[in-house]
C-alpha cells in the first residue's frame, strides 16, 4: 500500500493536534507555576521585610525610650549586611532620613516627586501598595514600605495628631530572586520540551500500533476485497471503535463471500440447467429419429448424422458385438472410407482403443492424437482425420458396440466438457437402447416367421403322423382284422368241434398280434411309462431303447430327484428335449459318446445333453429356413412356455452341449388337461 503524503497523514494530524493541546496546557501550567514561584519568593522576601521592619521598630521603640540611638543605628547596619538587603531607610514623617545603611543618605530629605517614589505615591494612600520592585541605577530591587504607627507609648514624646510617625523602607536585591526565575523559566522549558518530547513519542508509537497499523492491515483488506480475494479477514479482537470496524468488515466479507457463493451457484444451476436442457433437446430429437424406424441400419444411420452434427466431428461408424466369439460386426459408415474401417475392425483383433472400450463399458476420449497406439491411425491421417472418442453402446449394462468418432487431423487436441461427456454418455446409451430394440424386433419377426415356419410344420408332422397312422392301422391293424372276420366266417361253417379249436387258435393268436400292434403304436406315440411312473423312468426307457437302436453309448445321470415327481408340463417337456437332442446327435454329430444329466436344485430343473461329435455354425444354423433350426426351435419354445431358457453351445473341436434350466414355480401351467394331453 502506497504511504499517504505528510500533509494528510493522519498520524501527523492527531500528533499536531495532541501537541497543540499539550503545549497549551503545559504553558499554562508552566506560567501558573512560575506565577507561584515568583509569588512565592517575592513573599519570603515581603517576610523577611517584615521581620525587618519588626526588629528595627522593636530597637526605635527601645532607643526612643532609652533615649539611645547608637544600637539602632548598629542594628540598621547588621541587617544591611545580610543577603540580599541593598538598603534600609528610617525616613520621618517629613521625609528626612534618619538611619541608613547608605551613610551618605543620612540626613537628606527624600524628594516625593522622584521616579522612586512615585511608585507608590502616585495612587491615593488608601490604595498605596507596601511592596513595590523598582529599577535602579545599580539593578532591581524590591522595596517593601512600612508605616511606623504612632502607638499610646510614643503619646508621651510626640504628639497624637498624627497615626504616623515616619517610614522605614526597606530595600532588597532581586538579583539572587532573578536568577531563580529564570532558572526555574530554563527547568520549566526543558521540563516542557522533554514532556511534549515523550508524549510526542508515545503518541506516535501507539498510534502506530493502535491505530495506523491496524487501519493500514483494514485499508490491505479492504484493496484485496477490491481486486476479488473475498476470504481475507482483519481478525482484530479488540473492542475499541476500530476492532468494531474490524469485526463488522470481517461480517461484510461473510456475506459477500455468501452472496458470491450463492451467485456461483445461482450461476452453474442456471449453466447446468441450459447444458441439461441442451442435452435433453438432443436427446429428444435424437430419440425421435431413433424412434421413426426400427431398422437396425436406419437408425444408425440417422444417429450418427445427429452426433456429427453436435460434435462437430467429421467422421464416425459403429461396430456392434453380437457374438463374442465372433468378431465385431461394421454396421453403420459416415465420413469415412469402408476400406479404412475394415482396416480399423481387423486392427480390434490385435487389441485397440476399441477392444479396450468394449471391454470396459467406459468412454474413451483422446485429448491427444499421439495418445492412439492403433496401427491403422496412418489410414487416418492419409484422410486428415484422428481418433477422438470411443462410446460404448449400451443396454441394461451389457455392452452392445462401440462408436467412434473422428475429427480433422489438422487439430492436435480437443477439449470436451464434462456435460458434453456426459451427452455422449447418453447418446451411446440411447443408441444402445435403439439397438437393443431393432434387434429384438428383428428376432420377433424372426421368432414370428419360425413359429409360422413351425406351425406349418407341426401341421405338416400332423398331417404326416395322420398318414403313417392311417397306413399302420390299415397295414398293421385292418389286414389282422380283415383275416379274423374270414377266420369267424370260417368258424361259423365249422361242422367239427376239432375245426372250431384249431380256428379257434388261430383266433386268439391274430388278436393277441393286433393287441400288440396297437400297444406299439401307442407307446409310438406317447410312451405311457411317462405319465404311469414319472420321468425317470421314462428317460431310462428311452437310454434303452436309444443304445440299441443306434448303438450309441448314453451316460444318464439324474441327481436330487429321489423318485419325485415333476409337474407333467415339466416332465413331458424335458423328455421330448431329451429325445430331440439325442435324435439330433444320432442324425447329425457323428458322436461316440452321449451325457445326459437331469438336476433338480431347490427350485429349479437343470438338463444338460453334451456330446463329443462334430459339432455346427450356431449362424448358420439358425438362419431363416434351416431344416434343422426348427427342432432347435421346437425346443427353446418348450422351456420358454414354462418360464425357463435353453443354451445352445457348439464348435467343431468340442461338440455339442445343450443347457435347459426351468424354474419349478414359474412354469406356465396350461389347466383342465390331463397329463396324456402333453405331447
Aim: glycine content about 6%; hydrophobic content about 40%.
Amino acid at each position: 500500500m502506497k504511504p499517504p503524503q505528510l500533509a494528510h497523514s493522519l498520524r501527523l494530524k492527531i500528533t499536531a493536534g495532541v501537541l497543540l493541546a499539550l503545549l497549551l496546557i503545559l504553558s499554562a501550567a508552566s506560567y501558573v507555576r512560575h506565577i507561584t514561584y515568583q509569588g512565592l519568593l517575592l513573599e519570603n522576601i515581603h517576610t523577611a521585610a517584615v521581620n525587618s521592619g519588626e526588629i528595627i521598630e522593636s530597637s526605635l521603640q527601645h532607643a526612643m525610650s532609652s533615649n539611645d540611638f547608637s544600637m539602632l543605628g548598629h542594628i540598621v547596619n547588621d541587617i544591611g549586611q545580610q543577603q540580599d538587603v541593598h538598603a534600609i531607610y528610617l525616613l520621618s514623617k517629613s521625609g528626612d532620613v534618619l538611619f541608613s545603611t547608605n551613610t551618605d543618605a543620612v540626613g537628606e530629605t527624600l524628594n516625593i516627586e522622584e521616579p522612586t517614589c512615585q511608585a507608590c505615591h502616585q495612587y491615593e494612600a488608601i490604595s498605596r501598595n507596601e511592596n513595590v520592585i523598582l529599577d535602579l541605577d545599580n539593578g532591581r530591587v524590591f522595596r517593601n514600605v512600612n508605616a511606623i504607627e504612632n502607638g499610646p507609648e510614643c503619646v508621651g514624646c510626640h504628639d497624637d495628631l498624627g497615626s504616623t510617625l515616619g517610614v522605614l523602607i526597606s530595600d532588597f536585591d532581586t538579583e539572587h530572586m532573578e536568577l531563580a526565575l529564570a532558572r526555574d523559566r530554563r527547568n520549566s522549558r526543558l521540563w516542557v520540551a522533554g514532556s511534549v518530547s515523550i508524549v510526542v513519542l508515545t503518541i506516535y508509537f501507539m498510534m502506530d500500533r493502535m491505530v495506523i497499523a491496524r487501519l493500514g492491515r483494514l485499508v490491505t483488506a479492504i484493496r484485496r476485497v477490491g481486486e476479488g480475494d473475498l476470504d481475507i479477514q482483519v481478525a482484530d479482537r479488540s473492542r475499541d471503535e476500530i476492532g468494531q470496524l474490524g469485526r463488522v468488515f470481517d461480517q461484510m466479507t461473510v456475506g459477500l463471500q455468501e452472496k458470491e457463493r450463492l451467485e456461483t451457484d445461482l450461476r452453474n444451476q442456471t449453466q447446468e440447467l441450459q447444458a441439461h436442457a441442451k442435452r435433453l433437446a438432443i436427446l429428444n430429437a435424437l430419440a425421435d429419429t431413433l424412434s421413426q424406424s426400427l431398422d437396425l441400419h436406419e437408425t444408425l444411420d440417422s444417429a450418427l448424422d445427429r452426433v456429427l452434427d453436435l460434435m462437430d466431428l467429421s467422421a464416425s461408424w459403429v461396430v456392434l458385438t453380437r457374438d463374442p466369439d465372433q468378431p465385431p460386426e461394421l454396421m453403420a459408415v459416415r465420413g469415412i472410407s469402408m476400406e479404412t474401417v475394415s482396416a480399423h475392425i481387423e486392427c480390434m483383433r490385435h487389441r485397440c482403443i476399441c477392444t479396450e472400450v468394449l471391454e470396459a463399458g467406459q468412454i474413451k476420449v483422446l485429448q491427444d492424437i499421439s495418445a492412439n497406439t492403433c496401427p491403422t491411425s496412418k489410414y487416418l491421417d492419409d484422410q486428415g482425420l484422428a481418433f477422438r472418442a470411443c462410446v460404448p453402446l449400451k443396454a441394461r449394462d451389457q455392452v452392445l458396440g462401440v462408436m467412434s468418432l473422428l475429427g480433422e487431423a489438422a487439430s492436435r487436441t480437443l477439449v470436451l466438457e464434462h456435460n458434453t461427456l456426459d451427452t455422449l454418455l447418453a447418446i451411446g446409451h440411447q443408441i444402445g437402447i435403439a439397438v437393443e430394440n431393432a434387434s429384438l424386433y428383428q428376432e420377433l419377426q424372426q421368432e414370428e416367421t419360425l413359429r409360422r415356419h413351425l406351425l406349418e410344420r407341426l401341421m405338416a408332422v400332423q398331417e404326416e403322423e395322420r398318414r403313417r397312422i392311417a397306413l399302420e392301422l390299415h397295414d398293421q391293424t385292418g389286414q389282422p382284422l380283415t383275416s379274423l372276420i374270414i377266420t369267424l366266417g370260417v368258424l361259423a361253417e365249422a361242422t367239427s368241434l376239432q375245426e372250431t379249436k384249431s380256428h379257434l387258435q388261430d383266433l386268439r393268436s391274430l388278436v393277441s398280434r393286433i393287441l400288440q400292434d396297437v400297444h406299439d403304436l401307442a407307446l409310438e406315440l406317447r410312451p405311457s411309462v411317462l405319465d404311469d411312473l414319472g420321468l425317470l423312468p421314462a428317460l431310462r426307457h428311452l437310454h434303452k431303447e436309444y443304445q440299441d437302436q443306434f448303438h450309441l453309448p448314453v451316460d444318464l445321470q439324474v441327481l436330487g430327484l429321489d423318485g419325485e415327481r415333476l409337474p407333467p408340463e415339466i416332465e413331458t417337456a424335458l423328455y421330448r428335449i431329451v429325445q430331440e437332442a439325442l435324435t439330433n446327435v444320432a442324425r447329425h454329430a457323428d458322436a461316440s459318446s452321449v451325457s445326459v444329466l437331469l438336476e433338480k436344485r431347490n427350485d429349479l430343473v437343470k438338463l444338460i445333453v453334451e456330446d463329443d461329435g462334430r459339432g455346427f455354425d450356431m449362424t448358420g444354423t439358425m438362419t431363416l429356413g434351416s431344416p434343422e433350426r426348427l427342432g432347435l426351435y421346437g425346443m427353446r419354445e418348450r422351456a420358454s412356455l414354462l418360464g425357463g431358457t435353453l443354451t445352445i453351445e457348439s464348435s467343431s473341436e468340442m461338440g455339442t452341449a445343450v443347457y435347459v434350466q426351468i424354474p419349478l414355480n414359474g412354469y406356465r401351467k396350461d389347466h383342465g388337461q390331463n397329463p396324456s394331453t402333453h405331447r
